[in-house]
């Protein structure tokens, strides 16, 4: 639908396209008429623009959240990229894709499951075949689980980040599972597949990303563990051990209390799954962070909550 | 069953009761021959006891955490008392009741009960009063409620010590929502009934209180919303939003994630619910502490967890 | 003797009414001439406005943290009221009375009081009821505690502030006082009384809130120490021991060195006026904070101290 | 009075003298008859002692805490030294003197009470001066001022110990100061004099050092903060902005909340005063613990608190 | 060659000097026409400036971090000083002497320097004495020791600062030193005259001060210790134990490794070296803040990374 | 030379063999007679001994530290094994091998040095491959870095520990750095490799595994820079900023100031060895403690530093 993503705007040119109205400011000139500050944003990023005229019936029509249609050119002000607005009105957006309005990665979303899905094949005990059987014929399921964000910023903070998350993790298990003996590979790759699940209900993704009611109220660990005990309570004779010991895969991911987790990793496999996901949550975040700077500079800017610069090395 | 307690056995006085046997250690004298250390354990105390005579039968007729028939004499050695062990034999509790040999409330269960009951009929919303009455109803959960220890250590670490402790939470928090105007009282109140429920499944107390290996795996948090949910979902039309509020209440009494709740309180009855736990924690392990100390100090011995000497005050 | 609040203008009315001169910025327009720019308060808050004539003449006759007299229009710029002033003149408030220009509590303070000294006389121990005779014949003490804050924000960080709070406090001393056996009510409820005697001395409230010298220097904890030593003097026979006592619920009433207290509570009564404390300035301090966000959202802005969101609950 | 000190006591020697019974316990042979282990102290040290014969006599004549007169021989029982005791009796110590019980500084009280009070003289501002000699004409005061130990253990925890500290420090500050352009050398040579003033109520020292009911409860920042008020009301026009500061010293001086001061450091003297007190808190206590390890060694044991072993160099 | 300092500079005087460009952004103004905005400075602070005319060809000849030739007017844009830029080109400094760009300490150099070698030649052992021998004749290190900061912000962030924090601290440790007994006075001084060498190479100040690659990646700790290391090599018989200690003291000089100390300090002298660290970076550091504050106000404004504000007294 | 380890003998059996004497006490019976306690050792573990016989002869010709030969006869005493001592002289080990008598790494050395080699062979940059080179052409560090153990305690705690780390580190390396794209797998295989050379000289291991004066003064990191310093000196033309980022890694592998690194990862190859060191530290210290304890049990007893109980599973 959408053919202009803002990150592909440049001075001059005329814009007619969809966004998202993030936000809309109406303000007064000196000679006391109004004027409309707004911000349009697509899953590419974010872009101001300026109404001069038709200024009250054009915010009558559009609220902040609704995708718009816009008719505008794009000029410079102060240094950055303005649109000024001729035209905007609230569309529908029949296909219910909203794809096009928030970040999403950038990898094949079914390549990727169906990799997610081999990898829970290769599990040898039946159980656990089972259960991941269970999960993906759950087709509400399924869907959240590859439209999900990992994070509402940080590390893959975009549609699919959930799954690609996942996805790396798992592989990363698989491949330090055979590094240490006596390491229950098929617990620790199972952990790996369902540890974030319960971030399919605490974020929402209509529009934008953000965290659900109940994940503000509940956490991903309480609502994943309970996602794990409905499907489990399906299928018969599931070992009552190792079903503890999977959900204490979930409940322990965080590490330590003060990260989130009721418990600490007990097993080696839950102390691995740890590192794990911090090993892949961190390179990832950096390799965003790396990735948004000025390329022509060794040192990043500042990372204010890991404090510190980072180093990219001299071209 | 039991007649004679450990706490009230005195020196000169021939034993002949039943104990736990709670350590055994075959040691040898000078002369080679065999002895045997053993302790013995009851709701009152712990004594410790030797086994000059038919050492190697005895030693392998009991094993530690069989409840045993002791035959001794109370002595005295090394200013503490010491029973001479006789004779010891492993018996059946074939009433299965315990409540002789681990430490118990000193109240009345079955009255504290009643009154936590009749908090719950007190409440307004017809889904809070329909739930409880489903809870109350769960005859396998009313009996592990009215047994549970609320704690291994530290406060009400004795079996009815979670009612106990549920009990005079609601009663308390009954009286601090009247003081505030704008408290939901009937969430608060129902929010201090449920917020420990999880503790039924951590810990276990067959012979003696532990954490079983859910409590270590998942932790009753984690637990007692799972049990929430269970019963939540066997009434018709559970206001949602109500539910996710009663829920976080249980997520978020820990009051932060580094006292092991995955989300802190977000609303004003969630905040007040985890005062209310740590006051009537705090007051009732500071009580238990002095309970333990010599009645003619002023000061009690020092507090590690707490890290002070108390005051008494003079008499 | 003012009429018009800041929170009640209406953009295109006249103002002419007395303000707090708590900001002036003397700025050039691009032609070379002068403006002004300037915020006025009074105790409903704060609003802006602009000079742009005799500006050199108004801006000699007034300076930051006077009370002027102003006449103005309002009008709206960027969205916001700005008041265009026409004059402003320093007046002298003769009646002494800032009330108008410091926010200030909505209860009655009188009233207040009242009940304050109604739980002094309910104190059993006539040393206890001595020393508050002590306290309320102190006409200087008396208006002070009448009118002082019990923050600079925060919570009760209004006239009349620290009155409100050590009224709740004590009310809600007396409750918890009676739910546990073994509480010294009296100590509990005249600790609650005395705890933050200090801050009238800590803060100055002239024409704003803020700490004073002695405020910053010594804290109100030292402060509050001080002053009760000064009164029990005054009374024959009061007991060493309970002096210390009630001393000490002062000087631990933060709960831990962290919080600013030198020692730690080492009574049950201590213990829970730490907890009541903090119940009572977090509940308060947190329905301040939602009674200034958007009714219509059922969440908060972000809390920076609490480091959340709130729920509210949907309309 | 006393002539044999614990340190000094060799194995086969008689002694008769003066100790302080420190611990008694009545214990049990196997045969059944009693005998009694006792503790033995001077200010020199430790030494345990054991009675065979007239057991119960002797018990019945002593309790911990008195100065009692022992006859023994001294043996070595275990590689340790120990009195086999033929006779104790309690004394009454006359002359009320109990320095030759409790470990007391090495160096010359006098003489370091004249370089304190010659320091005080050194002060410029008539009002500190006055302020000093109101203090050292109290009798009462001077008198604990030259007992009292600085600490009950960790460093300077002797007789005498405040006033060496005192000393030490208000010297060193003497030096500091010069090296500073714009420092008050005044105000931060009387900080040093008084900062730690409130330990003569903060500790007693009977018969051996321990807090004060009054020290735990209130702790010595209190108490010394209080008596400089007190001292400071008597002399006319003791300038207020002075007073303050002199006060924020004493609150100050452990240099956070987290120390156990209500505020920190807030002028450049209180922030130097803190250091010197840390300083010479802590050099002096690395040499105490040194002092009290074998000298052939290199390294120190590990030192608990502080987290490592100290190194002293090779001989 | 400059004459015309930044913090000189008045409004309505004509500019003509040499600055470093700070900053430069290109604007567009309402009618389409670009202008540029800059930030110059030199070592007395900044000034911002416009350029209305000849944009594009100025923009083209200056790029941030040139020294440029400016011609230009004073006026005042809201309240501060503005240039009005007629003319600006990039230009070499032959003499390679940028001291006039940078911050740097007001005392005298040489004379700084002259007492660090006096310091030097004052130690009593040979090896001592020799190393800095060693040092002094380095010629590439002198010259960088004389130039280099201590920091790049809070306490002597100036050229000559790290002599001047050198010289300060080591005059320090000798006054110290002799205040105890025991010290290893030479151990100390030396100590404290090299305990940050290391920043010669964390630090480059070019054109201003910054951190370089190594000292982001290394730490002048680490840098310190192979600084040593090379120049001890060079001296025959350096007792080895004494080169472990004096490298210890470097190791550990900011006294833990949260601070940044791979080890704490083990001896005596490496504690006291540590405190004197800490004197001087806090005194200087703090009478720096107090130094740009507004002398007129008691109190300065509020210090973010000592969370505190500081008194400085009232005229 | 040794043919009787500690763990393998049993009571009833004849010792004759060579141990080391880890501790010798010299004690008195109640007869007045001397006898020694001892303690010996080897590499397996720890056993108690007694000397009643010859014990002044015996004694004055042992002291700790000693290789001995012993000739004794095994019992029990309370509950555990104790030698009956008839003779023992202190021998010379003129093999110089003392790996009896200190525990070493299970697996061959050879073998795994072997494979670092290979490893350090697969660094396609030229000036990798040269340094390691280097590395294994210094016959005194070869030697060293293959005995060295890779802790006191906690992990590799053995002979050999230090190789065995470091090989499975680089291992693991070499899979991860596979696993995303735009790591430089020569840089974070090299720093593997290298991260914990200094340990060679931090650590001791004549009789017993210790802290070098080298090891506690200045700490592995800081020594193990050096090193790699000495080193790549020696190689013409070492890329400066690669030599840079390569002591990065070294510098920063603790991850944090809070754990010895002066300066945190500011790589992503820095950030990966930082978990990579973590994974492989905690996973093998955890295994370890594992097998110390009773396979019987689900759960091990409490571990001390990592504060939780670990689940091995049922049998």
Same mark, same amino acid.
């Given at each position: ?19 998202v109205?993030a ?22 990023? &974010?872009?101001?623009?300026?109404? &001069? ?32 607005? +001729? ?23 079914d ?24 999960f ?6 399924? *869907? ?9 910023? !940080? ?13 790396? !993790? ?13 390491i229950d ?33 509940l ?9 794990m ?36 990793? +007990? ?22 962070f ?16 890991? *404090? ?8």
């Amino acid at each position: 639908m959408k053919r202009q993503f803002v990150s592909e705007i440049k001075a001059g040119e005329p814009v007619d396209d969809f966004f998202v109205l993030a936000e809309k400011t109406l303000l007064q000139k000196k000679d006391g008429n109004n004027y409309l500050n707004i911000v349009l944003s697509d899953r590419s990023g &974010w872009i101001k623009g300026v109404v &001069w005229d038709n200024v009250e019936e054009i915010a009558s029509l559009v609220k902040p959240g609704d995708v718009v249609q816009v008719k505008a050119t794009a000029g410079e002000y102060r240094g950055a990229l303005q649109l000024v607005v +001729k035209g905007m009105t609230t569309v529908t957006v029949e296909s219910g894709d909203f794809s096009d309005f928030i970040p999403a990665t950038a990898r094949d979303i079914d390549l990727m499951f169906e990799r997610v899905v081999a990898l829970s094949d290769s599990l040898r005990p039946s159980y656990l075949k089972a259960l991941f059987q269970v999960f993906w014929k759950d087709d509400g399921f399924v *869907e959240k689980f590859k439209a999900a964000p990992a994070a509402k910023k !940080m590390h893959h903070a975009y549609l699919g980040g959930l799954l690609e998350h996942t996805l790396s !993790m798992a592989v990363l298990a698989d491949k330090i599972a055979g590094h240490y003996s006596g390491i229950d590979r098929d617990l620790l790759v199972a952990g790996a597949l369902l540890h974030d699940i319960g971030k399919i209900g605490e974020f929402r993704w209509d529009i934008h990303i953000d965290y659900s009611d109940e994940g503000r109220l509940l956490n991903h660990i309480t609502i994943g563990v309970r996602m794990m005990e409905e499907k489990i309570q399906t299928i018969q004779n599931f070992p009552e051990e190792k079903a503890l010991l999977l959900k204490h895969m979930v409940v322990s991911h965080h590490g330590s209390r003060e990260f989130g987790s009721p418990e600490p990793p +007990k097993t080696i496999e839950a102390v691995l799954l740890n590192y794990i996901d911090e090993i892949d949550a961190k390179v990832q975040g950096i390799r965003e962070f790396m990735g948004k700077e000025n390329p022509d500079e060794p040192w990043t800017s500042y990372h204010r909550l890991l *404090e510190r610069h980072f180093y990219r090395g001299k071209a």
